[in-house]
């Protein structure tokens, strides 16, 4: 029979090659004094490192659209100030619309979270506002044919557990779990969002527990209740997470690890901080997220992770730690090596290409692209028509016919496109547009450019 440390040896022996697609993400924070500017960080993070996602501790539009064209899928982040007046319709729309559509079509926008460890502050306006917040801001989407492509979804720390050890035993703190969490969970479903943690076995774990929390060899930790093995701190947070959702009767829904690292620097009484740990964390951690080995609780599964930071954040407060989690010096070398450079490349730098901007003297009309399908002609026609007059497509008007989803929408993008000023991200709707220089009106049907 194999033993625990000769499974955990050949974990260890067999470390497969990291390469791109991964699933392996990192936070982008930036309260840091001299850092380099979005552009070159986004250049750098899609031509040197195997990450292909990102999430950006903000929701600054000049940091969004720095990652256009890159092809790394990008998180944004909604600070936890913005949740009560989030739960505020116009508002949502608003923010979506100045934070979210123009950029949508050149950057690779794949979520929006809405705060950070929300829950956690134990604030009510914000933890009563959380659930309505991301629902408003999922309707906003929804009423621009980008929710599929953009889900919304919000971080949580593990202080949400009232229970984690055994993992078996994990459950959501009384009275948050009916309030809060069920409907968060049940929007999450609903939407296709993953539930996303923030899980540090750099805060759980003790002396005695250091490798265990490293993923090195260690004894393991037995789960009395079910009868599995632990090797490693982290499957054991997430699985007590899957064990709480699970006890609400949610199973299947993704679980995604937000947040997790180990400082490189700490204070004078802070141990187990060193530059050699973080780097065996961070590395042993993508070996292990990507292995697909999975958890004892959920087999045979890879999670998408994000390695807390980019840089060390020197401006901080707390403890020394807090400033020192980073993977790179401002100057973009490494702090420590952990695998994931790409092998030198000497590829020119792409230039920044927004949009291509459309020559004013040409006239332009908005159409749906031509295999458009039912539901986004009739999305893109509600959302439109909510903001434009659409009378001509209405029973009696000049363009009711022919009566197809395909001419009412063709027709209700068109005015949209033409009263918001005839930007190309007004003729988005989700990747259903198209800007055309053939003027589609026929008969009495006459359409504005
Ligand atoms: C955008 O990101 C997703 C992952 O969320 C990925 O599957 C997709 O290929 C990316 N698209 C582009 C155009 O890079
Ligand atoms: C709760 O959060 C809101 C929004 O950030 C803030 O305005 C308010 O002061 C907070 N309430 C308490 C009691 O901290
Ligand atoms: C909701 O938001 C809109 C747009 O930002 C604003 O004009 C309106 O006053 C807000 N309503 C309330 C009740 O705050
Ligand atoms: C399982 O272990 C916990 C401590 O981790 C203990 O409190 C509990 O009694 C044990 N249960 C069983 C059935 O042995
Ligand atoms: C996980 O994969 C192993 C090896 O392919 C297989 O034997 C096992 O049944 C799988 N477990 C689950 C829960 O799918």
Not at 91 to 117: C, Q
Not at 147 to 152: A, E
Not at 260 to 268: A, D, I, K, L, M
Not at 374 to 386: G, P, R, T, V
Request: net charge negative.
């Amino acid at each position: 029979m194999l033993t625990l440390s000769s499974l955990l040896s050949l974990f260890l022996l067999f470390t497969p090659q990291v390469t791109g697609g991964a699933g392996i993400g990192v936070n982008y924070g930036k309260v840091a004094t001299d850092l380099p500017s979005p552009f070159q960080v986004a250049q750098f993070l899609s031509q040197n490192t195997i990450f292909d996602r990102v999430m950006i501790l903000d929701s600054d539009p000049p940091t969004i659209e720095a990652f256009a064209n890159t092809g790394l899928a990008i998180d944004v982040a909604i600070s936890n100030d913005l949740i009560p007046i989030l739960t505020n319709i116009s508002f949502a729309k608003h923010w979506v619309r100045t934070n979210i559509i123009p950029y949508a079509s050149s950057t690779n926008i794949s979520r929006i979270l809405v705060g950070n460890e929300a829950i956690s502050t134990a604030n009510k306006t914000l933890v009563l506002g959380l659930v309505p917040a991301m629902q408003n801001l999922h309707t906003a989407l929804v009423s621009v044919s980008l929710h599929h492509k953009i889900k919304v979804s919000t971080a949580h720390s593990l202080g949400i557990l009232a229970a984690s050890i055994p993992p078996s035993a994990g459950k959501f703190k009384d009275g948050y779990d009916i309030a809060v969490i069920k409907p968060l969970l049940s929007f999450l479903k609903a939407t296709d969002s993953p539930f996303m943690v923030n899980a540090y076995p750099f805060f759980g774990f003790t002396i005695d527990t250091l490798d265990y929390a490293l993923f090195r060899l260690n004894n393991g930790v037995f789960d009395n209740q079910t009868g599995l093995v632990y090797t490693n701190m982290l499957d054991a947070q997430i699985d007590a997470v899957h064990s709480a959702m699970k006890r609400l009767g949610f199973t299947d829904i993704d679980l995604v690890i937000a947040q997790t690292g180990w400082p490189s620097v700490g204070g004078e009484s802070e141990v187990g901080v060193s530059m050699e740990i973080a780097r065996d964390y961070n590395k042993n951690l993508i070996r292990h997220v990507i292995s697909g080995i999975g958890t004892p609780l959920m087999s045979n599964r890879t999670f998408e992770t994000y390695i807390f930071e980019l840089f060390n954040e020197d401006l901080k407060p707390g403890p020394s730690s807090e400033r020192n989690f980073g993977l790179f010096h401002a100057d973009l070398t490494p702090v420590y090596d952990i695998g994931i450079l790409k092998p030198e490349v000497s590829q020119p730098v792409k230039s920044a290409n927004p949009a291509d901007p459309i020559p004013a003297n040409v006239k332009q009309w908005c159409i749906p692209k031509p295999n458009t399908d039912k539901m986004m002609l009739q999305e893109n026609i509600d959302f439109a028509c909510s903001e434009v007059n659409c009378h001509p497509i209405q029973p009696g008007g000049n363009c009711f016919n022919p009566d197809t989803l395909h001419a009412h929408a063709a027709y209700a993008m068109n005015e949209y496109f033409q009263f918001y000023g005839k930007n190309s991200f007004d003729c988005y709707f989700g990747g259903t547009g198209i800007v055309s220089t053939g003027d589609p009106s026929y008969g009495s049907c006459k359409f504005r450019s």
